[in-house]
């Protein structure tokens, strides 16, 4: 879920705005839940999972 839409039901003010205390406190955790599983690896690591992927799809495109 965004977090772009929502309204602080403490100070009725867009929680994207964080005006209270209550709307940075939800706009925080928001935040830290919407990294999904791709959001926690480096870089380097996504670039290395695609080339075995792409390997994998000519190792298997050859067989068949």
Do not use: K
């Not at 209270?20 to 599983?37: D, F, H, K, N, T």
């Amino acid at each position: 879920m965004t977090y772009d839409r929502l309204v602080c039901a403490n100070c009725a003010a867009p929680v994207n705005e964080g005006r209270c205390p209550v709307c940075r406190a939800s706009r925080e955790r928001l935040q830290q839940q919407a990294g999904g599983i791709f959001a926690q690896l480096s870089p380097t690591m996504l670039v290395t999972l695609m080339i075995l992927l792409i390997a994998l799809g000519v190792l298997l495109h050859q067989t068949v």
